[in-house]
């Protein structure tokens, strides 16, 4: 697996109506659409999930391969949960009689529907990440979060981590390739082996990997600090946040997808 083929994080700029829709309704409909995920109870229920993916895709100019490439590192993950659910839920119907084993039916559509569900839900959060920049994203979980404050939640600093969280995750990823290159050339191999081998031969990448990332924490609170930064109380933004017309539009269609799921549910 490629270090770049991770997308969390990473922001892909672009001048379209996805890129300058308030980033509250895009968390939002994120929400939203894992929710429509999960309601889907068949493959047919899909459907509209995949319509809505492409047609995002489209309006905001992120190819598609883009967002594919968030998969990638998954790919273990998804095998697993196809295998195990393809030879471990019952069915009725025998499709493949293997001898050790039998696939039926209704346990290999019940795979696809699970993995495919997984796929989904990482190319909905990727697309978030790609379309908004973190500041942007960091005003809006802390506006969404600040009605919370009535209860001492520290809004302001929740969205600060998550959004310095999200921001390093390429930063960091930049900086592994790096010491992954640099090993290599001093004659590490992070490739052959079994898994417990290869797990052996990431030591020499994870220990100055963590080194660099608590310099890189010292030195940003160092410069915050530097900075007077003492919080959310009393600060003003430059960037005023106000919803549109393509927010209304957005939540319009969000809500036709949710209802087109809930009738193919009832129909199929």
Do not use: W
């Not at 700029?13 to 894992?34: G, Q």
């Not at 998804?78 to 050790?100: C, H, I, M, W």
């Not at 310095?164 to 992954?180: G, N, S, V």
């Amino acid at each position: 697996m490629a270090l770049n083929d991770i997308t969390l994080g990473q922001y892909y700029p672009a001048d379209s109506a996805v890129h300058r829709m308030d980033p509250r309704v895009k968390i939002l409909l994120l929400i939203a659409l894992i929710v429509a995920i999960f309601l889907a109870g068949n493959l047919l229920a899909f459907v509209p999930v995949v319509a809505l993916l492409l047609a995002a895709s489209a309006l905001s100019h992120v190819p598609i391969r883009m967002m594919l490439k968030g998969v990638k590192p998954l790919r273990f993950i998804l095998v697993l949960t196809f295998v195990l659910n393809v030879f471990f839920l019952q069915g009725e119907t025998v499709l493949v009689d293997l001898g050790f084993a039998m696939i039926k039916t209704e346990s290999l559509i019940t795979a696809v529907h699970y993995t495919l569900r997984l796929v989904f839900l990482v190319l909905a959060s990727s697309l978030l990440t790609l379309t908004t920049p973190p500041i942007v994203l960091t005003d809006g979980l802390e506006r969404l979060l600040s009605p919370l404050r009535v209860v001492h939640f520290p809004a302001h600093e929740m969205a600060m981590m998550m959004s310095i969280a999200l921001r390093f995750i390429p930063t960091l990823l930049e900086e592994a390739d790096k010491i992954m290159k640099a090993q290599t050339a001093r004659g590490a191999d992070f490739e052959s082996g079994n898994l417990i081998q290869r797990a052996k031969a990431m030591v020499p990448l994870l220990v100055p990997l963590f080194v660099s990332a608590f310099r890189r924490a010292g030195d940003l609170a160092m410069a915050m600090e530097a900075r007077c930064y003492h919080g959310g109380e009393g600060r003003t933004r430059l960037r005023v946040l106000k919803c549109g017309q393509r927010d209304y539009i957005a939540c319009v269609v969000m809500a036709l997808v949710i209802a087109a799921i809930l009738l193919l549910n009832r129909v199929c």
